[in-house]
């Protein structure tokens, strides 16, 4: 949710957009026009809205899309390296760096065009969540292993 809209992800490969209002009994969604967004070519399986409104999508099509949803436009397209399904996403608070966690037991971040693959668990991940510092990222998966990255540590390694 971002004031009042709501993103749904769909396995119909569309990302419906949907605004709130009323409360209550008279509690009311309306269809945005931009709805529905439309990119993926297989189930979105997760999407999570910036601090600014920005939508990022996840999909079993192996992509991670960056929208501006009120508009419709696409702003950055990311690429699963095998095309592996994607299932979680998350995007920190500076909208700087991007994740995404899925079937291939990874947990992907970009910052910019810097890819790296955080790999150690031994199921899809399920969970990922970036530190408001943006130091840290935290991934878990059905395995029921939480790991907790020093983003900070990787890119100065690079």
Not at 118 to 131: A, C, E, M, R
Request: charged share 20%.
């Amino acid at each position: 949710i971002y004031n009042d809209i709501i993103a749904l992800s769909s396995t119909d490969k569309s990302i419906g957009l949907w605004s709130i209002s009323g409360s209550g009994s008279k509690l009311k969604c309306t269809e945005l026009e931009s709805s529905p967004l439309l990119g993926h070519s297989y189930s979105v399986y997760s999407v999570k809205f910036s601090l600014s409104g920005l939508l990022l999508s996840g999909s079993l099509d192996g992509e991670v899309i960056l929208w501006e949803p009120m508009s419709g436009s696409v702003i950055k397209r990311l690429e699963h390296p095998n095309r592996t399904g994607f299932r979680v996403v998350q995007i920190s608070r500076s909208e700087k760096i991007l994740a995404a966690g899925g079937d291939d037991d990874t947990a992907h971040v970009w910052d910019g065009d810097q890819h790296i693959a955080l790999k150690g668990h031994d199921n899809t991940v399920f969970g990922l969540d970036i530190s408001p510092d943006e130091r840290f990222l935290v991934s878990g998966c059905s395995g029921e292993l939480l790991k907790v990255w020093s983003l900070d540590h990787l890119y100065s390694s690079q």
